[in-house]
């Protein structure tokens, strides 16, 4: 059993900042990539961001230079702090983690049950 938990999330007014935080639990011994997605009421659910092993990154245009994304492996845990808020980052935020649970099935994707975040004055 694998569970990813989030955590975070809230009301903050546009230009401030919150920090997300996703705790993996359960039966995965290697990690391989963690990331952050977000869906807005009747919108597509959208890549945010992802972060590799290396600590390799990747972000979405439209969150570029205002969000940062960061893993602790020891914890198994990642984060994304979100500066400069927009009322367009209004969305629910999903964990994501793709990992080795077994050897049989070397390569999985998790994901968490989201995080509200709303931006608004």
């Known amino acids: 059993q694998v569970r990813l938990v989030e955590s975070g999330g809230g009301l903050v007014q546009p230009g401030g900042s919150l920090r997300l935080s996703c705790a993996t639990s359960g039966s995965i011994f290697i990690i391989y990539t963690m990331g952050w997605y977000r869906q807005a009421p009747g919108k597509q659910r959208e890549l945010v961001a992802t972060?590799?092993?290396?600590?390799?990154?990747n972000y979405a245009d439209s969150v570029k230079g205002r969000f940062t994304i960061s893993r602790d492996n020891a914890k198994n845990t990642a984060y994304l702090q979100m500066d400069s808020l927009k009322p367009e980052d209004t969305a629910v935020y999903y964990c994501?983690?793709?990992?080795?649970?077994?050897?049989?099935?070397?390569?999985?994707?998790?994901w968490g049950q989201g995080t509200q975040v709303n931006v608004s004055s």
């Open positions: 972060v590799g092993n290396g600590g390799n990154s």
């Open positions: 994501n983690v793709v990992g080795m649970s077994t050897v049989l099935t070397p390569r999985s994707t998790y």
